[in-house]
C-alpha cells in the first residue's frame, strides 16, 4: 500500500460554528421588487422582521415600495385566526390598491417553526383573486442574505412559460426590444443575422437594467443571442424555457435556481466561472462560447485593455493582504478577482458553499493562486465571527471585509474594512464594471492614505 500524497496545491475546505453576522434573506425584497417592476412582496412574519426590514432598507422605505409585512399575531401563532381568511384579507387589500401581475409571498422563521403551509394556500387563493401567487421560504432558519433571492428565482423558474405565442414574442423579450428601440423591422431582420446559430439561451440572476444591457451586449459581440432573463423587468416578461434550452448563471449564490431549472425544467447548466472582475468575464463569455460552438472573437485583447485602465488602483492593492469574514455567497468570485490584482487572501469565509454551482469558479481561483505565486486561502464554510477575530488579530490584514458589526471595532483597533454589503447592491458584473469594485475594495485604503500621519489610527477604549 502507497500513502497517497496530499497535494500541496489545492484548495482547503474548513468549516467551522455558522456564529457568524449577515442580512437576513428576506433582504432580497430590496432588490428584488425593484428590479421587477409589476411585483408585490408580502413578508409574513413577525414585528423582528419589521424591524430589520425597515432599517437595512434605510431611505427606500420612505419611497412607497412594493412590499409589506403580513405581521402575525398572538392569535395567528396558536390557531385561533384562519391563516386562510386572513392572507386572503391582506391580498384582496393589495389587489385593490396596487393591482400587481405577482404577489410573492416570504416565509418567514415563525412561518416555518408553526408549519404555516403557504404552498398549500397559495394555489387556492391564487384561483381566487385572480393573481399568481409565489411562495418562496426566504427564512433566516436555512438561508443567508442573498440566498432569499435564489428562493425567489427558484419558485419563478417554475412559473416560466414553455410556449409563447407567436404575437407576443416580442412583447415578452425586453432587453431584445430595448437594443432593437428606434429601428425599422427589416433593420432588425438584419441584426438578427448578426447572431450565430446556436441553441437557446437564457440567463439567471437578478442585476441592474444596464448590467443587464451590458452582459447582453458583450455575447452580442459574440453572436450570441440572450433569448431571456429571469428575472425580467415585469412578471409578465418572463422568459419562456423549453426542455434542452442552456442556462448560465450571473451569480454564485443561485444554485438552488440552476438546481431547478436543470431538475424541473429540464435544462443544461452552463457551469461556468461569474462575470465578476475582467478575468471572470472572459472566462464566464468563453465559457459560454465554447459550450454554444462558437470560437470566442477578441476577448484577450478586452480583458488587456480593462487590466490597463486600472492600473492605478492596482498599484495602491498589489501584495496587499484582505480576509473576507463572509456574509454575501460572493465572496469565492470577488477573492479570485484580487488575487488576480495581485493581492494575497488570507481567509475566505462564506456562509454556503455549493462546490458543483460552483466548481468552475473554485477552479479559477485555485489556477489564478497558483499562476499569480499567491498562497491558497482556506475556504471557511459557516464562520465563527469570534474565532475570526482572533485570526484577524493575529495576520493582521491590510483589509477586512466585513459587515457593520464588526467594522467601527475593527477600524477603531488600526485595521482597514470594506463593508461587504456594498458588493451587492453596486454594479460590479462585466468588464466596463471591474473598476467600481476596485472603487470600493480601495476606499478605505485611499482614506488612509489621505489621513496618514495624523497619529490616532487606534482609538479603542482602555478598560
Ligand atoms: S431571521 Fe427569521 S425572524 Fe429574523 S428577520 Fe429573518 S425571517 Fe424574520
Request: glycine share 6%; aromatic share 8%; charged share 25%.
Amino acid at each position: 500500500m502507497t500513502l497517497a500524497e496530499a497535494a500541496p496545491q489545492a484548495l482547503n475546505f474548513d468549516c467551522e460554528t455558522g456564529n457568524y453576522h449577515t442580512f437576513c434573506p428576506i433582504s432580497c425584497v430590496a432588490w428584488l421588487y425593484q428590479k421587477i417592476e409589476d411585483s408585490f412582496f408580502l413578508v409574513i412574519g413577525t414585528k423582528t422582521c419589521g424591524y430589520f426590514l425597515q432599517n437595512a432598507m434605510g431611505v427606500m422605505i420612505f419611497a412607497e415600495p412594493r412590499y409589506a409585512m403580513a405581521e402575525l399575531e398572538e392569535g395567528d401563532i396558536s390557531a385561533q385566526l384562519n391563516d386562510y381568511n386572513e392572507l386572503k384579507r391582506l391580498c384582496e387589500q393589495i389587489k385593490r390598491d396596487r393591482n400587481p401581475s405577482v404577489i410573492v409571498w416570504i416565509g418567514t422563521c415563525t412561518t416555518e417553526i408553526i408549519k404555516m403551509d403557504l404552498e398549500g394556500l397559495a394555489p387556492k387563493l391564487e384561483g381566487e383573486i385572480g393573481i399568481p401567487i409565489v411562495v418562496a421560504r426566504a427564512n433566516g432558519l436555512d438561508y443567508a442574505f442573498t440566498q432569499g433571492e435564489d428562493t425567489v428565482l427558484a419558485a419563478m423558474a417554475a412559473r416560466c412559460p414553455t410556449k409563447v405565442v407567436e404575437s407576443e414574442t416580442e412583447e415578452r423579450n425586453a432587453i431584445q426590444k430595448l437594443l432593437n428601440f428606434g429601428r425599422k423591422k427589416d433593420e432588425i431582420a438584419a441584426t438578427d443575422t448578426e447572431y450565430k446559430d446556436h441553441a437557446p439561451l437564457v440567463l439567471f440572476g437578478s442585476l441592474p437594467d444596464p448590467v443587464v444591457t451590458q452582459l447582453t451586449l458583450e455575447l452580442k459581440r459574440q453572436g450570441i443571442k440572450v433569448s431571456g432573463w429571469l428575472p425580467a423587468k415585469r412578471y409578465t416578461e418572463l422568459p419562456v424555457i423549453e426542455e434542452g434550452y442552456y442556462v448560465a448563471g450571473v451569480n454564485p449564490f443561485l444554485s438552488r435556481t440552476a438546481t431547478t431549472l436543470m431538475r424541473r425544467r429540464k435544462c443544461k447548466l452552463i457551469g461556468a466561472p461569474f462575470p465578476i472582475g475582467p478575468d471572470g468575464t472572459r472566462a464566464w463569455v468563453e465559457k459560454i462560447c465554447t459550450v454554444l460552438g462558437i470560437e470566442p472573437q477578441g476577448l484577450a485583447e478586452r480583458e488587456a485593455q480593462i487590466w490597463e485602465s486600472l492600473e492605478d488602483y492596482l498599484q495602491l492593492i498589489r501584495g496587499k493582504s484582505v480576509f473576507f469574514m463572509g456574509d454575501n455567497l460572493l465572496e469565492i468570485s470577488l477573492a479570485r478577482f484580487l488575487v488576480r490584482c495581485g493581492m494575497t487572501v488570507q481567509e475566505i469565509g462564506i456562509p454556503y458553499m455549493d462546490k458543483r454551482y460552483q466548481a468552475a469558479e473554485l477552479a479559477l481561483l485555485e489556477s489564478t493562486c497558483n499562476e499569480m505565486g499567491s498562497p491558497l486561502p482556506t475556504i471557511m464554510e459557516k464562520p465563527d465571527n469570534y474565532n475570526q477575530l482572533q485570526r484577524i488579530q493575529d495576520l493582521q490584514p491590510n483589509l477586512v471585509i466585513t459587515g457593520m458589526a464588526h467594522a467601527n471595532p475593527l477600524e477603531a483597533r488600526g485595521i482597514s474594512t470594506k463593508w461587504s454589503v456594498e458588493f451587492t447592491f453596486a454594479q460590479i458584473h462585466g468588464f466596463s464594471n471591474a473598476r467600481d469594485v476596485l472603487e470600493l475594495v480601495t476606499r478605505p485604503l485611499r482614506r488612509n492614505q489621505a489621513l496618514a500621519n495624523l497619529g490616532w489610527e487606534k482609538l479603542v477604549a482602555d478598560v
